[in-house]
């Protein structure tokens, strides 16, 4: 690309300033690759979602981890595995998607607060009824009537009516916290302090009618406690209906875009809270979106960044920065003729990279076509070896892996996925493959096409801390118009709720007779 000098309006190539700025390419790309080498990624493993009035995060300054080699670094090593003649040592392997060590999670109290406060509330609830039983054989048990055969039947029926509770509240809220919320669960806070303040009323009746007084009538403190019993999971049928079944129906219509590709989703959804939604929006971006790769989206901005450094203006005159809205408008002007012809490099640029795509891919078909030739013939030579000698699948991939790395690791490369895959990822997916006897195809999927972020460990574990932007409250929820955003460290995904129509159907009666037709035939015809 020629450089374009401007000199106090009139401009000229010079060949100097494009020789100069040739070599500072060079120099930044070498000292840009030097230091991608040395630098490493620590990813965040703790689910949270931020408020929004929380500053957002800063992404870490240190980029995935590439290898310390080229594209030919094994072109000179070989590995006699009978398959290739040109194949790659196991020592050679060593920098092969090399993974990086992220430290150790620490433990978040805050994380497990909301398990820990149910855990207690349940306690509680399990233990008042039983306090109500025993309390007055305690304090003044000479004095309490006789418990016939209706009390041992309430006995029966508290036992029976604890134990359902009992499991019913360890299925509705014992369970593992999937993510850390911004603010408290409405309903959740709600079903607690109703909870509480029906312990608190039925203690203090107990105290002021039953303990003061010390009531002689057990079997009416018997049924007292199995009223208690009852409220209690009469709340429980209620934390059910609010937090399982109200938000089943579909009411919304959410479209979530990703701010870097554009690629779009469509999730239906019920009466949610933002957060809640936000929630939701997460758990089917990891299933559904396909893995994002930031090396993808840098062509266009590499580019439009070498076309822009190619641009220099001189200040002959002097006039310092009376000259800079000429200097602006001159790079304008020039950028502008440069768009003119800018769509042939992008089209020759793309044709050469789907050029070197399909080289690579066929490369490493049959690769890996070989490869697997080769391991159904050990397999047949595997049987006639006593059971003791048998290589394990591991083994075997370990074997043949040597004999596609390179092919696999140029295409890697070429499509930029090298930091979705380690070497010891590959070699798990083969052995798998090798053990279940799949085809190369089937091993070859994995990398042929994109697939989803949760399928891809190391990439998701760098997508696992989310910032929620909205600016109505997160506890909120859902409305027609409903805008947030939820930022991840290089990217966002753009949430726009709009409400699902309300669908009139009408009847038409359509008469049984109404659709037949009778067809008369002539009798004479013509021959």
Same mark, same amino acid.
């Given at each position: 690309?020629?450089?374009?000098s401007?000199?106090?309006?009139?401009?000229?190539?010079?060949?100097?300033?494009?020789?100069?700025n040739?070599?500072?390419?060079?120099?930044?790309?070498d000292r840009?690759?030097?230091?991608?080498?040395?630098?490493?990624?620590?990813s965040?493993?703790?689910?949270?979602?931020?408020?929004?009035?929380?500053?957002?995060?800063? *992404?870490?300054q240190?980029?995935?981890?590439?290898d310390?080699? #080229?594209?030919?670094?094994?072109?000179?090593?070989?590995?006699?595995?009978?398959?290739?003649?040109?194949?790659?040592?196991?020592e #050679?392997?060593?920098g092969?998607?090399?993974?990086?060590?992220?430290p150790?999670?620490?433990?978040n109290?805050?994380?497990?607060?909301?398990?820990?406060?149910?855990?207690?509330?349940?306690?509680?609830?399990?233990?008042? *009824?039983?306090?109500?039983?025993?309390?007055?054989?305690?304090?003044?048990?000479?004095?309490?009537?006789?418990?016939g055969?209706?009390?041992?039947?309430?006995?029966?029926?508290?036992?029976?009516?604890?134990?359902?509770?009992?499991?019913a509240?360890?299925?509705?809220?014992?369970?593992?916290?999937?993510?850390?919320?911004?603010?408290?669960?409405?309903?959740?806070?709600?079903?607690?302090?109703?909870?509480?303040?029906?312990?608190?009323?039925?203690?203090?009746?107990?105290?002021v009618?039953?303990?003061?007084?010390?009531?002689?009538?057990?079997?009416?403190?018997?049924?007292?406690?199995?009223?208690?019993?009852?409220?209690?999971?009469?709340?429980?049928?209620?934390?059910?209906?609010?937090l399982?079944?109200r938000?089943?129906?579909?009411?919304?219509?959410?479209?979530?875009?990703?701010?870097?590709?554009?690629?779009?989703?469509?999730?239906?959804?019920?009466?949610?809270?933002?957060?809640?939604?936000?929630?939701?929006?997460?758990?089917?971006?990891?299933?559904?979106?396909?893995?994002?790769?930031?090396?993808?989206?840098?062509?266009?901005?590499?580019?439009?960044?070498?076309?822009?450094?190619?641009?220099?203006v001189?200040?002959? #005159?002097g006039a310092?920065?009376?000259?800079?809205?000429?200097?602006?408008?001159?790079?304008i002007?020039?950028?502008?003729?440069?768009?003119d012809?800018?769509?042939?490099?992008?089209?020759?640029?793309?044709?050469?990279?789907?050029?070197?795509?399909?080289?690579?891919?066929?490369?490493?078909?049959?690769?890996?076509e070989?490869?697997?030739?080769?391991?159904?013939?050990?397999?047949?030579?595997?049987?006639?070896?006593? *059971?003791?000698?048998?290589?394990?699948?591991?083994?075997?991939?370990?074997a043949?892996?040597?004999?596609?790395?390179?092919?696999?690791?140029?295409?890697?490369?070429?499509?930029?996925?090298?930091?979705?895959?380690?070497?010891?990822?590959i070699?798990?997916?083969?052995?798998?493959?090798?053990?279940?006897?799949?085809?190369?195809?089937?091993?070859?999927?994995?990398y042929?096409?994109?697939?989803?972020?949760?399928?891809?460990?190391?990439?998701c574990?760098?997508?696992?801390?989310?910032?929620?932007?909205?600016?109505?409250?997160?506890?909120?929820?859902l409305?027609?118009?409903?805008e947030? @955003?939820?930022?991840?460290?290089?990217?966002?995904?753009?949430?726009?709720?709009?409400?699902?129509?309300?669908?009139?159907?009408?009847?038409?009666?359509?008469?049984?007779?109404?659709?037949?037709f009778?067809?008369?035939? @002539?009798?004479?015809?013509s021959?």
């Open positions: 690309m020629d450089t374009e401007i000199h106090s309006g009139y401009s000229h190539h010079s060949n100097r300033s494009r020789g100069s040739k070599q500072s390419d060079r120099s930044s790309r840009h690759k030097s230091h991608s080498r040395d630098s490493s990624s620590r965040d493993k703790n689910v949270i979602i931020s408020a929004s009035s929380a500053q957002p995060q800063q *992404p870490d240190s980029s995935a981890p590439t310390a080699q #080229d594209d030919n670094w094994g072109e000179t090593t070989t590995a006699v595995t009978g398959t290739s003649d040109h194949s790659l040592s196991q #050679d392997l060593a092969f998607g090399k993974e990086t060590d992220t150790a999670e620490k433990l109290c805050i994380r497990f607060l909301p398990l820990v406060l149910t855990l207690l509330l349940g306690l509680l609830v399990l233990v008042t *009824p039983l306090a109500f039983l025993v309390l007055p054989q305690l304090v003044w048990p000479e004095r309490l009537q006789a418990c055969t209706a009390c041992e039947g309430l006995f029966l029926s508290l036992a029976f009516k604890l134990l359902i509770l009992l499991l509240g360890w299925a509705l809220f014992v369970r593992p916290t999937r993510a850390s919320l911004p603010r408290i669960a409405v309903f959740r806070a709600l079903l607690g302090l109703l909870t509480l303040l029906l312990l608190l009323s039925y203690w203090l009746f107990f105290g009618r039953i303990l003061d007084s010390q009531d002689e009538n057990y079997q009416g403190i018997v049924q007292f406690a199995v009223s208690l019993v009852d409220a209690l999971l009469f709340i429980h049928y209620l934390a059910v209906v609010l399982e079944i938000h089943l129906q579909p009411c919304f219509s959410l479209c979530v875009v990703r701010s870097t590709d554009g690629e779009t989703h469509h999730y239906n959804l019920g009466l949610l809270s933002i957060q809640r939604a936000a929630l939701v929006i997460l758990e089917n971006y990891y299933k559904d979106f396909s893995v994002h790769n930031p090396a993808l989206l840098t062509a266009a901005k590499s580019r439009a960044a070498k076309h822009l450094a190619g641009l220099k001189y200040d002959v #005159d310092g920065s009376e000259a800079a809205t000429a200097q602006s408008r001159a790079k002007a020039a950028a502008a003729r440069h768009r012809t800018s769509h042939n490099e992008l089209y020759y640029e793309e044709a050469e990279h789907e050029r070197r795509v399909r080289k690579r891919r066929a490369r490493l078909v049959v690769a890996v070989e490869a697997f030739t080769h391991v159904r013939r050990l397999q047949e030579e595997e049987k006639k070896k006593p *059971p003791g000698d048998e290589m394990d699948p591991r083994e075997a991939a370990q043949i892996f040597p004999s596609m790395a390179r092919a696999l690791q140029k295409y890697l490369r070429t499509t930029r996925q090298q930091h979705c895959h380690s070497m010891d990822s070699q798990a997916h083969l052995a798998l493959c090798i053990t279940n006897n799949m085809t190369p195809k089937a091993f070859l999927e994995s042929l096409v994109a697939g989803p972020t949760l399928q891809y460990g190391r990439v574990l760098q997508a696992r801390q989310w910032m929620l932007v909205s600016e109505a409250s997160v506890t909120s929820p409305r027609h118009g409903t947030f @955003q939820l930022k991840c460290n290089d990217f966002s995904l753009v949430v726009t709720s709009k409400d699902i129509p309300h669908v009139k159907l009408s009847e038409e009666f359509v008469h049984p007779k109404s659709h037949k009778v067809l008369q035939m @002539q009798s004479e015809t021959v």
